[in-house]
Nanobody, 130 residues
C-alpha cells in the first residue's frame, strides 16, 4: 500500500518561505499526479496545488497563486511545494495525496472536490507567526 511522506514544515515569520517535500518508497512518482492539501485548525481540509502527470499546467488555489510553486524531482522521487510570502492564514498541516479513482486529480481538486484521494501521510505542520 502506498503511503506518502511529507516533510519540510516549520515555524516562520510572516513573509518567510518554506519548501515542503512529498515522497514515498513504494511508488515511482515520475509523471504521477500529486495533490497538496492543507488543513487549518478548526477548518476543513482544502486543496492547495496539484502537479499533473502530463505536461499540463499545474493547479493552484487562488489563495496561493503567485506565492506557491509545485515541482517534481524525479531523481529524488519527490514532489516539492515551494511556499513564499507566507501569511498567518497559511498556518496548518499540509498533506500530499494521490487520486484513488483513476481521474485527472488536478481537474478534480480545481473543481473543489476532496473525495477519492488517499495515501495520506502524517502531514507536516506549517506555522506562520504574525
Amino acid at each position: 500500500q502506498v503511503q506518502l511522506v511529507e516533510s519540510g514544515g516549520g515555524l516562520v515569520q510572516t513573509g518567510g518561505s518554506l519548501r515542503l517535500a512529498c515522497t514515498t518508497s513504494t511508488l515511482a512518482l515520475d509523471n504521477y499526479p500529486i495533490v497538496w492539501f492543507r488543513q487549518a485548525p478548526g477548518k476543513e481540509r482544502e486543496g492547495v496545488s496539484c502537479i499533473p502527470g502530463r505536461d499540463d499546467n499545474p493547479y493552484y488555489a487562488d489563495f496561493v497563486k503567485g506565492r506557491f510553486t509545485i515541482s517534481r524531482d524525479n531523481a529524488k522521487n519527490t514532489i516539492y511545494l515551494r511556499m513564499n510570502s507566507l501569511q498567518p492564514e497559511d498556518t496548518g498541516v499540509y498533506y500530499c495525496a494521490k487520486d484513488l479513482l483513476g481521474r485527472e486529480p488536478c481537474k478534480v481538486v480545481a473543481g473543489g472536490s476532496l473525495v477519492g484521494f488517499g495515501s495520506w501521510g502524517q502531514g507536516t505542520q506549517v506555522t506562520v507567526s504574525s
